[in-house]
């Protein structure tokens, strides 16, 4: 099997996987995975699909500005600059875009601080990070219709330790060296982002109750 | 594959998709597929059925009065009549009506205001709507026991650009041009209207909070 | 196929559909369907199984006063009796005994009242009540640790017309006319149940926030 | 098959079964089951795998001080220290350490007491317990970054009678005599905290309505 096809069934399981949790609702989602380093090349979806399904037509080979490397009706990804600014400001091997009620709703209670910290969770360690009060921060960008500007903002945030970026009312963009730790990556991040909306509502009603004495 | 049978087969996957994220409980929810546009027929869910189970029973040809155009001891579900008003308003080609909590709880909310307006998600892009601050307005109507009244209160709240109509208290019904598109439009509003209940009730606590110290 | 076989298939299919919500956790829930009428004799789930498999040990065969009526080394479910009361006071064919964390909560809300009054939701039809206001009271009563007594007091509480009973923190016993009718009254207030927490929730906010000024 | 294999293959089905609810979120969790007793030795999942997949590498042996039984290139889960404390404390036969956000939520909440007793809850029967009013108190331990040091304070906490631990923002490790009980056990504290905690939030609710009067 080529790395091309590798990265391929990669991909596709990865696809496959987060589909069943229906975390592509309304086609909404993007997933790449890199091929080769250097000139950069990576596999990304195309446009318009629905996730749920597996066929040969799901993802394009682009270049590092996502222009298609073969001739194809596929298009790529309305969002794949998004991608094509994450691999070149990390080493990432695989980025995952991915919407769901709760990294939304993170995005938006915490946009105007402009970035979220998160901290005092067991799943931290799924960053490779194993201190005692171990933390990791998330940046949150202004959801640009104009996909160059989105990508673009989206660049100035990203610092080569930058693991996932959120953008607001929209959703989380995480990424790996590989398929692999892409998807723990975003496990993770989704596991704290419910963990953290519930323990906030706990607390919020235990200080409302105190203060109604 | 005749178009009948095309058709049959597009409604069928959807209702198995559907069916399989429980949005059916308690035999509720129907489905229709355009198959001819002049005369309109189009196939619709028979009523009563469980609809986890795919079998050669579950859905009838009916004309755009809502009666089956072959003899049958099948009965086209209580609420075809509906599905008949969107055909009449709309370039709908498929149609689906599906009770979810939430948005039965949307519903009751903002029945008042007769609509929801929903905006600033990124998710409204799946109806077309590109523009940064797009939004759109899903009408809302009382849920009439009689179906031949609410079948005329959906018309009257229906124009041509509309997508879904909510039913107090009963459920959404919202259509695509296609199978794949109104399956979209289902999905992308399930998403905004559990996104809504979320960040209304953390927006809530909020203001609680700081209205108690 | 003998009546026997059928009913036994029927309320298999219908443990598996629930096993896979993951409405029997903790190997909690029974189920019985009715094979005979005079004498009564019907099939009810073995004690302590896990109700995620499908076996032939699954079922046995019991009479009006819930003894097997072959000679066995399964145990019935401890809380045949109370099935047994259900086949005694109503023309039920199939009844079906879930815990989940709504109706546990609704049980806790309501205990006091003895009952919870469910109105204003569409799916009060699939009880077959067709009015414009149709509602639905669902008794309520206390968890007893002896099972004849708890048995006893669901006795006491069903009607002809009554359609199921809730155990305070314990769970729902929903019945029908056959394994049909049964899974769609208990869907149907599950679905009410969620429904109804989470209109509440959303009220008392609201409330809350309005005598906050 | 030998004890060996059938302990495997119980396991594997625990963990097929668990990772089917997305109960190892971000490769979180591990699972182990007793093979001897004297000497003491236990099959527990190998390091950093994606449980949701099923091979040959999942599980290795290991002693009663969690060193690898055979010549491997598999790491034992970081935390099996922590099984082997379980086991030279009580008499499990397997025990099952999951991360949900409940479970993480209940920990944060209660983690000041030291512990979080549960009572009035049917599923409590899962334990054994029969009385009226029986209940069930869960230790709850700091998350030391250090697993030898976390391993000892959960050595602590436990006594024979002990049936679960909680480690703060981290996740609960239960046990059961074999694995089918381990499962029913983990089963019942996940649907009672989840209960736990919706009724918390429902009774916080009704306080605060009252106190606003």
């Known amino acids: 099997m080529s790395v091309l096809e ?31 380093d250097e000139p950069l090349t990576f596999l990304v979806t195309a446009s318009g699909k629905d996730k749920r399904k597996r066929t040969d037509e799901d993802f394009l080979l682009v270049d590092g500005e996502g222009r298609p490397l073969q001739e194809t009706n596929l298009r790529a990804s309305a969002e794949t600059l998004i991608h094509c600014e994450v691999y070149r400001l990390t080493n990432a091997g695989c980025c995952l875009h991915v919407h769901t009620v709760d990294n939304n709703v993170i995005s938006e209670l915490y946009a105007s601080n402009g970035s979220i910290t998160l901290k005092g969770q067991e799943l931290i360690k799924a960053f490779g990070i194993w201190e005692e009060n171990g933390e990791i921060t998330i940046p949150i960008v202004e959801n640009y219709a104009d996909i160059s500007r989105l990508a673009q903002e989206c660049g100035k945030v990203i610092k080569p330790e930058t693991k996932a970026v959120l953008i607001r009312n929209h959703g989380l963009t995480v990424w790996g060296k590989n398929g692999f730790e892409a998807k723990k990556h975003l496990e993770a991040l989704e596991f704290i982002f419910s963990y953290h909306l519930k323990i906030k509502l706990a607390s919020q009603l235990s200080v409302l109750q105190k203060s109604s004495y």
Do not use: C
């Open 6 to 36: 590798q990265r391929w069934n990669e991909l596709a399981d990865i696809k496959d996987e987060l589909a069943e949790r229906d975390w592509f609702l309304g086609t909404s989602g993007n997933l790449s995975i890199k091929v080769n």
